[in-house]
């Protein structure tokens, strides 16, 4: 939405249908407009780890920003660390793995994008808050190897796999084709911000392998 007062008032309107449990403004103001007890809709179409009903085991939290669409900016420190101070009460409240700390591109990477590439995952996980690829090997590829939309083959499966085995809902068709390619571009939206374009690079492969390897 493009600011507070929009969000806020597409939160709590009835007839939209969407809901969140927290929304954090850009000063850092704190609004709770669902119990954590209660189901909110804030995840809609979504999957991870195989599980379809989101909202029923999520508690979400929307932060404001513009977004894409309305002229996405980066995330003010205030708002930054009033995210930290809670979400960190959640999880030790509710005992939920730092691992399944996710952005909503990440359970529904065909249509939404959010919290995007400019918000401080690595930030986040230094706080406990998710998890971060701090170090990872190569694989053993040339940079020649990478992987696009129309690509076919074993190697295609395999690296679905890989993303399925880690959470995201894709299934492996050995056809790197467009929701495919929303995986990706989810993946490094998450885990490889410095480019997101889709391309499953070597980099990007090494930082999946690494992740699986912390919390797969």
């Known amino acids: 939405m493009k600011d507070f007062e929009s969000a ?8 939209a249908r969407v809901s969140a449990h927290y929304l954090i403004d850009e000063v ?5 407009l669902v119990s954590e007890e209660r189901r909110a809709w804030h995840a809609g179409v979504a999957s991870w780890c195989g599980t379809e009903d989101i909202n029923g085991c999520s508690i979400g939290i929307e932060l404001v920003n513009p977004g894409h669409e309305f002229g996405y900016r980066p995330f003010p420190q205030a708002q930054i660390a009033a995210l930290h101070l809670l979400a960190k009460d959640i999880l030790v ?8 700390v996710l952005g909503h ?12 590439e400019l918000f401080d995952w690595e930030g986040a ?22 992987l696009e939309l129309g690509c076919e083959g074993e190697d295609v499966r ?7 085995r880690f959470g995201y809902g894709i299934e492996p068709t050995g056809v790197f084709d467009e929701m495919m390619r929303d995986v990706v ?14 391309i499953l690079d070597f980099e990007t ?7 699986l390897e912390h919390c797969g």
Do not use: Y
């Open 28 to 32: 850092g103001e704190v609004f709770q």
């Open 158 to 164: 395999e690296v679905q796999q890989s993303l399925a």
């Open 125 to 146: 996980a230094a706080a406990g808050i998710g998890v971060w690829p701090v170090a990872f090997d190569l694989p053993s590829q040339s940079k020649d190897a990478s």
């Open 8 to 15: 806020l008032a597409r939160l709590t309107d009835p007839v």
């Open 105 to 116: 591109s990440d359970i529904a990477p065909t249509r939404r994008c959010d919290p995007g």
């Open 185 to 198: 571009t989810a993946f490094q939206r998450h885990f490889r911000q410095a480019r997101v374009d889709g």
């Open 205 to 211: 492969q090494g930082r999946l392998a690494v992740l």
């Open 93 to 100: 409240r509710q005992r939920i793995p730092s691992h399944r």
